[in-house]
């Protein structure tokens, strides 16, 4: 009977492991800490050190125990001698050729006993500490190198063997007629009359906005969907514009689409309008003379931002202007995800049909914060205006530093007619997280639903835990993400993190077509976001970024009809479909997200 039982208990321990509470990668690198720390030699003290290494390295802890009976007295004195070798081998040492060494190693495990691990502990290291200086460095040098070569081939074991569990569990399913379970139906629950009578503007903003202050009033919100209906009206709006437009962009391309801009561009410098344009220098890194020319000719300001210069320090290299703004007569202002490129025209226009998001803005207070954005950067450009020098003026330089330019801001109370609208921006240092503390705040609060649209899906711990505390207050959360993403490597590193937001709950729906590139959320009818801003770390930590919140329910229903159309339209991916990948796949997932720092 006893034996029973603990079959029965080690059958219980080995299903929560290896069938669905944890991800493969997360047993994997419990199991590959597990193995790392077996390699030192510290009795006694391995398995509180595998329990540490496991936690910092965010794994399965309770598998991270098991490599530990591999590291036993038996096993300890060959382990050892092996490591030497390897750190004599890299490390040569005077001793290398005598014996002394491996009669210090043999004493030293002799003096190990279980009885009497304390004081046995003391005498060990006290051995060891008989050998010589470059001796113990050539060992320490092996027992890293053997630990890190256990670790870094156990790990792709592991997920195999995790792999092959699975689908070993799901042919046995199968066989008894037990499938894939369907996800329940996606269901939005319609606001009560209590809930539609508090979404009044000033409610809205009081209950989801992190800082209400900020918010201005604008006479139009028009959400722009794709390039079939942002390019037209940026075009109209510069072709009607009298004294000035700025125009920013991360991408600017000279296909048919960037044509466009240019002739319209070239038109307004001749009736005397003053043009500034700004684009990144990665970004549009294909963006040839010929086509700057032009512009230059008919009196553009052109700038650059973060052009790849050596002198340039690395830090700056790797921070981008990542930012879309149209801005015509103070007055009338564009912002979203769309840049200038055949990427976003439709396919019947020879373009390539990219799924993305603009706003259309309209009002002196908000293209005012805009503009405050565009100077922001246009300081920190490297001008191509003819006969400025490359070089910045020194006011330039101080202006750069100092804040954005602030208009007048409204109070919630003082919006009555048109549209609340909030521009939030990050820039260097304190202000890096500025977005992302408004879409927590957003997502703590919400009641109904949230639905998020982006193309790059790499939240943080804290994004993470909000919406999985969302699903537990019966919140409705959707992600809308692109299958096809440039680079590739961000939408795998993107797919580590189902196997920790699909059980709890948050459904994920995949793009099948061209990419998503649409950077949109929007949360019970009342507060919405179009920007630029996509839940990764580049967006927090490396690229300047903005979003206009918009705190209408007239706006916010219709991007929740445009972002449902969009979900039907997707592939919702179930928690068995991707705990069943190939294990290839699971590896090259979890390497991927090692790097998500920089994608």
């Known amino acids: 009977m006893p034996i029973r039982r603990v079959r029965v208990q080690v059958r219980r321990i080995l299903r929560k492991i290896f069938h669905h509470d944890d991800p493969a990668p997360r047993i994997a690198r419990g199991v590959a800490a597990g193995f790392f720390v077996a390699a030192f030699p510290l009795p006694g003290l391995q398995i509180p050190l595998s329990l540490l290494v496991a936690a910092l390295a965010r794994g399965n802890k309770a598998v991270a125990v098991l490599p530990q009976f591999l590291a036993n007295s038996v096993t300890m004195l060959p382990m050892l001698y092996l490591e030497l070798w390897i750190g004599l081998f890299i490390w040569p040492s005077t001793e290398a050729g005598s014996t002394k060494p491996l009669m210090v190693l043999r004493e030293a495990t002799e003096r190990w006993s279980w009885s009497s691990p304390f004081s046995s502990t003391s005498e060990f290291f006290q051995a060891l500490g008989s050998l010589g200086f470059d001796v113990l460095g050539a060992l320490l040098i092996g027992i890293v190198l053997l630990g890190a070569c256990l670790a870094a081939l156990s790990y792709p074991a592991t997920i195999f063997a995790v792999w092959l569990w699975r689908k070993r569990r799901l042919d046995q399913g199968r066989a008894k007629g037990i499938g894939f379970r369907l996800p329940p139906p996606f269901v939005i629950r319609e606001s009560s009359e209590r809930e539609a009578a508090l979404l009044t503007q000033d409610a809205v903003i009081a209950r989801y906005a992190l800082h209400p202050d900020n918010f201005h009033e604008a006479s139009l919100a028009k959400l722009l969907v794709d390039g079939r209906q942002a390019y037209p009206a940026m075009l109209e709006a510069i072709g009607a514009a009298k004294t000035k437009v700025d125009l920013e962009t991360y991408i600017l391309q000279a296909d048919r689409t960037g044509l466009r801009f240019q002739e319209a561009l070239v038109k ?111 300081h920190k450009a490297q001008y191509l205006k003819p006969g400025q020098p490359k070089r910045r003026p020194v006011m330039d330089i101080v202006r750069s530093f100092l804040p954005p330019r602030r208009s007048e801001r409204l109070k919630p109370a003082g919006v009555v007619k048109g549209v609340a609208v909030e521009v939030i921006s990050n820039r260097e240092f304190r202000m890096r997280r500025r977005i992302r503390a408004a879409y927590l705040h957003a997502i703590r609060r919400a009641q109904r639903y949230i639905l998020i649209e982006t193309g790059f899906f790499l939240p943080d711990r804290g994004i993470r835990r909000a919406l999985r505390n969302a699903v537990k207050r019966g919140v409705v959360v959707a992600v809308g993400v692109s299958r096809v993403t440039d680079p590739k490597i961000s939408a795998w590193a993107g797919r580590a993190l189902y196997s920790e937001l699909l059980p709890a709950g948050v459904r994920i729906f995949e793009w099948p077509d061209e990419m998503l590139h649409a950077k949109t959320a929007v949360i019970d009818d009342a507060w919405s976001v179009v920007g630029s801003y996509n839940i990764n770390s580049r967006s927090l930590f490396h690229d300047l970024e903005m979003v206009a919140v918009i705190a209408n329910v007239e706006f916010a229903q219709v991007l929740r009809k445009q972002t449902l159309d969009d979900l039907a339209r997707s592939k919702e991916i179930t928690l068995q479909e991707h705990e069943t990948r190939s294990w290839k796949r699971m590896l090259l997932e979890s390497l991927a997200y090692s790097l998500r720092y920089w994608l």
Request: hydrophobic share 40%.
């Open 268 to 378: 307004a410098a001749a009736r005397g309008v003053k043009i500034r344009l700004l684009y990144d220098a990665v970004g549009s890194l294909s963006l040839s003379q010929d086509y700057v020319d032009p512009l230059l000719a008919m009196g553009v300001e052109i700038g650059v931002y973060h052009p790849l210069l050596f002198p340039r320090p690395s830090w700056a290299l790797n921070r981008r202007d990542h930012r879309k703004i149209l801005l015509a007569d103070e007055r009338v202002s564009f912002t979203g995800g769309i840049n200038i490129s055949d990427h976003y025209s439709p396919k019947e226009d020879e373009g390539h049909g990219w799924r993305d998001t603009h706003v259309h803005l309209e009002g002196r207070s908000v293209a005012s914060e805009l503009q405050a954005l565009f100077d922001y950067a246009w």
